[in-house]
């Protein structure tokens, strides 16, 4: 049963720490997204790949976050230095093309 | 801007009515879809609608999208409690990378 696993599912962690989610999309998936959901924001796009290039990154706030393909099958997503409104899910999903996308159960982010 | 706001923002009914949903968008589209999202999940997918489809039918789930009004909508026949959830839509920009954005959710409560 195929699925997008993502590690860790809850972190909490101290403002300043660095912070790394993994995700590991469905074999043969060739699109990768990043959101963050918020119960103020909803779900917003981070970061988003196709074939491992990153295509957009706009809704990333660049001097703190990162996200990497260094494979086909790793995608991370970096907060360095964590602050306290980083706090939220962090959901990976992956895809084919323009079409259905397979979420992850996401990571819960606490930063106290 | 975040494409896609649904209408109403939360909805409670008794088990075997029907629940109907909206979602509004502001660009031209390529697909626009719909996901559940239990609580403490991931997000899961539930219908594409292409946009020169006007109505799809998947089970007890209708939905229908009408590009001149820039809007859709979600209906789930005899609801069942199972069904409570969130509920969002998401849209394919046509101008763009098919970068998914979803709208905030509806949040329904089926009483059984």
């Known amino acids: 049963d195929a699925r997008v696993t993502q590690t860790p599912r809850h972190k909490v962690t101290e403002m300043g720490q660095e912070v790394t989610m993994r995700c590991q999309p469905i074999l043969g998936h060739n699109t990768v997204f990043w959101y963050r959901q918020t119960m103020m924001q909803g779900l917003e796009l981070l970061a988003y790949?196709?074939?491992?290039?990153?295509?957009?990154d706009s809704g990333m706030p660049k001097d703190r976050f990162s996200a990497e393909m260094p494979d086909a099958t790793l995608a991370t997503l970096k907060i360095q230095p964590s602050e306290p409104r980083d706090s939220a899910v962090y959901f990976c999903a992956s895809g084919l093309g323009p079409g259905e996308l397979f979420f992850g159960e996401g990571s819960r982010l606490t930063v106290l | 801007s975040q494409q896609g706001e649904e209408d109403p923002q939360a909805l409670s009914i008794q088990e075997g009515e029907n629940a109907t949903m909206n979602c509004s968008y502001k660009t031209s589209i390529n697909n626009l879809q719909w996901y559940r999202q239990n609580s403490g999940r991931g997000l899961v997918h539930l219908i594409l609608i292409r946009s020169n489809e006007r109505e799809k039918h998947s089970g007890r789930l209708r939905v229908t999208l009408d590009t001149s009004k820039k809007s859709s909508s979600l209906l789930i026949t005899a609801s069942r409690a199972a069904d409570t959830a969130s509920y969002f839509c998401a849209t394919d920009a046509s101008v763009g990378n098919n970068r998914l954005a979803f709208g905030k959710g509806n949040q329904v409560v089926v009483i059984p």
């Open positions: 790949f196709r074939n491992r290039a990153p295509l957009d």
